[in-house]
Every structure is written in structure tokens, then in C-alpha cells.
């Protein structure tokens, strides 16, 4: 009798308090399989890395040994921050007790971090980006990890772990961990992009929003416009186009996760070109650029390099770096244009020269 006196928008609410990631998780697959409980498992791990970093985040003020720099370079060539250093052991610890991933491999790391032991039982790779922004940390603004799951092909015995140099297309899962007013998870395993939040009372990401759709066009455009001298002209056609139309914002954080949870719920399109001295621009494709371009398709846009689609490109050694431009369909397909048209223009021009 007490369910049935029940009001609908209760058990509605407490249904939703319910729908935990790991319950999402193998709702989605519909399964409760050996595959389908892996991933719930290896989700559920993601989600516990996320709270210990989000913990050390919210007191990152108060405690020593958190804010700035270790004085250390990283394999990129950037100064390593004591945040990155943090995330990135979290990730490693958190995964060395799964059973199921055998490598880790990170932005951090010069090669992928190698869990013997989970060898026999898992032939799982988790790709991340421990911090992304982490120069956001320092004036209390929002940063994110970034993360993808491929299945390991092989046995890698000499550690080249050369099976992780395949397209984006590989990627059995993705997603991002915003860590902001509060901590949002992300994440798609390849059946569309749902999001979670944090409950602290809970200490569970509890559904938030499910089966998110980008708008086609967005008023948001999200790019470093103190490069606009360094980019090509294409790029900065585009530029010249939306500051003389209307309807049109700029809104630029300086971490891609923040930027690109904006476009993904409003609309819109983050660039990070290439520069005349570095074409291939600064971003990594394994652990920012195809991880994120999996969630937009997901969700109905688009990534491109300007050329081609972000998860058709194959990088040629584990930190390739590559040109990002992401968002909504039709805001992509407007960013190529200027490309394709700067493009044209110059082999017009050749053909003439040789005529």
C-alpha cells in the first residue's frame, strides 16, 4: 500500500539517487557479462581516482607540496607542476589493485607505466591526461583529467606498447573528470555521452545528464587569441569572420576540459591550431584530442585537425601532437572552410607559377 501512495515525482528522484556510474554503466551495455562488469569495474576505478584528486584539490590552498611547480620538465619539454605529479600517481595506484589493466600510459610519462601482475587477467591500456590546465591550479580555476580505455592488442613483450598507435576509432570508452563547483564526470562507451556529479554526502557520481545532444551551432567560440599572429591565415580568417558578425562570444579558460564542457552543453567550437613554427600544434592525440573527439561524436559534432576527422588520424609515436578543432557540426564544417578555401588558393597560385 505505501508504494502505491508513493508520489511519482519521489520515486522518480530517489530512481535518479539510484543511478550510480557503475549502475550506468551496465545499464547501458545491458549485460551483466564478464566485459560488461570490466567496465563497470574499470569506470568505477576512474570515478575513485577523480574523488581522491578532487579531495586534494579543494584543500589545495591549505596544504604544503600542492601548488606550483617540482622544478622538474616533463617529456613534452613543459614544467611539471606538483598537481600533475599528484594526479598521475593517483591514476597508477588506483589502477595497480583493478586486476585488469596491464599499462597505463600518460602526457606525464615518457613510456606506459607496465602492471605485471594485472597482465593474466586484464588486456586493458587506460590513456589519460592526469591534469589538464594545471596552470588553471595556482589562481583556484577549473581544471580536468582526461582519460580513454583501448583493449590491448598483442602482448607488447618489448614495452614498444606499438599497438596504441592505431586511430581514435580503437577507443572502447572516454571521457573527463571536471573539477569545478563541482566534480562532473563525463563519459561515453561508444552508446552516448551521459554525465555524472558528485555527491560528497554520497561519495558516489550520481546521473546528472544522459543521451547529451550538442546544439548544431553555438554561439561560443574558444580559441588563445594572443596567437593570432603565429596561426596561419586561414586561421585567422575565421577569426576576422566572427568578429564582424553578430551573435557571436568568445569564451576562453585556458583548460580544454573547461572549454569544451561549455561547448558540449551550449554550442559552439574550441580551437587550438597549429602555429607557423609548430604545425602540429600542442595538444596530444591520445590523451586530449581523441578522448574528447569520441564524446563529440557521441553527442552529434565534430573533431577535425582541419583536414580530417580527429579519430581517423594515426599517431606515429605515442606523444603526437596534433591540431584540434572541435564542437558543433556546423561550426567545424565553417572552421574547415576557411581552411579548404586558404588551401585552394595556394595551389591555384602554384599551378599558375609553374604555367
Known amino acids: 500500500m505505501a508504494d502505491e501512495n508513493r508520489p511519482l515525482a519521489q520515486e522518480r528522484a530517489l530512481d535518479r539517487d539510484c543511478t550510480t556510474l557503475s549502475r550506468h554503466v551496465l545499464q547501458q551495455l545491458q549485460s551483466f557479462s564478464a566485459d560488461a562488469q570490466d567496465l563497470s569495474s574499470l569506470m568505477n576505478r576512474i570515478a575513485l581516482a577523480g574523488k581522491l584528486i578532487s579531495r586534494h584539490l579543494s584543500r589545495a590552498g591549505l596544504m604544503a607540496n600542492v601548488l606550483g611547480f617540482t622544478g622538474e620538465v616533463n617529456v613534452q619539454g613543459e614544467?611539471?607542476?606538483?598537481?600533475?605529479?599528484?594526479?598521475?600517481?593517483?591514476?597508477?595506484?588506483?589502477?595497480?589493485?583493478?586486476?585488469?589493466?596491464?599499462?597505463?600510459?600518460?602526457?606525464?610519462?615518457?613510456?606506459?607505466y607496465y602492471i605485471p601482475e594485472n597482465c593474466p587477467i586484464g588486456r586493458y591500456t587506460l590513456l589519460y591526461d592526469p591534469i589538464d590546465g594545471s596552470s588553471n591550479i595556482d589562481s583556484n580555476l577549473n581544471v580536468g583529467s582526461i582519460f580513454c580505455i583501448r583493449q590491448q592488442e598483442g602482448i607488447d613483450d618489448d614495452g614498444s606498447a606499438r599497438d596504441l598507435l592505431q586511430s581514435g576509432r580503437k577507443q572502447i570508452a572516454a571521457g573527463y573528470i571536471l573539477y569545478g563547483p563541482s566534480t562532473m564526470l563525463v563519459y561515453s562507451i561508444g552508446k552516448g555521452v551521459h554525465s555524472f556529479t558528485l555527491d560528497p554526502s554520497l561519495g558516489e557520481f550520481i546521473l546528472s545528464s544522459e543521451n547529451i545532444q550538442i546544439p548544431q551551432h553555438g554561439p561560443i567560440y574558444s580559441v588563445n587569441e594572443g596567437n593570432f599572429w603565429q596561426w596561419e591565415e586561414s586561421i585567422r580568417d575565421y577569426i576576422r569572420y566572427v568578429h564582424r558578425h553578430e551573435g557571436y562570444t568568445a569564451r576562453y579558460g585556458g583548460a580544454l576540459v573547461g572549454d569544451f564542457h561549455r561547448i558540449l552543453f551550449q554550442?559552439?567550437?574550441?580551437?587550438?591550431?597549429?602555429?607557423?613554427?609548430?604545425?602540429?600544434?600542442?595538444?596530444?592525440?591520445?590523451?586530449?584530442?581523441?578522448?574528447?573527439?569520441?564524446?563529440?561524436?557521441?553527442?552529434?559534432g565534430r573533431a577535425s585537425?582541419?583536414?580530417?576527422?580527429?579519430?581517423?588520424?594515426?599517431?606515429?609515436?605515442?606523444?603526437?601532437?596534433?591540431?584540434?578543432?572541435?564542437?558543433?557540426?556546423?561550426?567545424?564544417?565553417?572552421?574547415?572552410?576557411?581552411?579548404?578555401?586558404?588551401?585552394?588558393?595556394?595551389?591555384?597560385?602554384?599551378?599558375?607559377a609553374r604555367s
Open 79 to 112: 614544467s611539471v607542476k606538483k598537481m600533475d605529479v599528484y594526479a598521475n600517481d593517483v591514476f597508477i595506484s588506483v589502477f595497480k589493485q583493478s586486476g585488469l589493466v596491464c599499462r597505463l600510459a600518460s602526457e606525464e610519462m615518457e613510456k606506459p
Open 267 to 300: 554550442g559552439g567550437v574550441f580551437l587550438y591550431p597549429g602555429t607557423l613554427k609548430q604545425p602540429q600544434g600542442k595538444l596530444r592525440l591520445l590523451y586530449e584530442a581523441a578522448p574528447l573527439a569520441f564524446l563529440v561524436e557521441q553527442a552529434g
Open 305 to 352: 585537425t582541419g583536414t580530417q576527422d580527429i579519430l581517423d588520424a594515426v599517431p606515429d609515436k605515442l606523444h603526437a601532437r596534433t591540431p584540434l578543432i572541435i564542437g558543433s557540426k556546423e561550426d567545424v564544417a565553417l572552421v574547415e572552410s576557411f581552411i579548404s578555401e586558404r588551401k585552394k588558393e595556394a595551389n591555384e597560385e602554384k599551378m599558375m
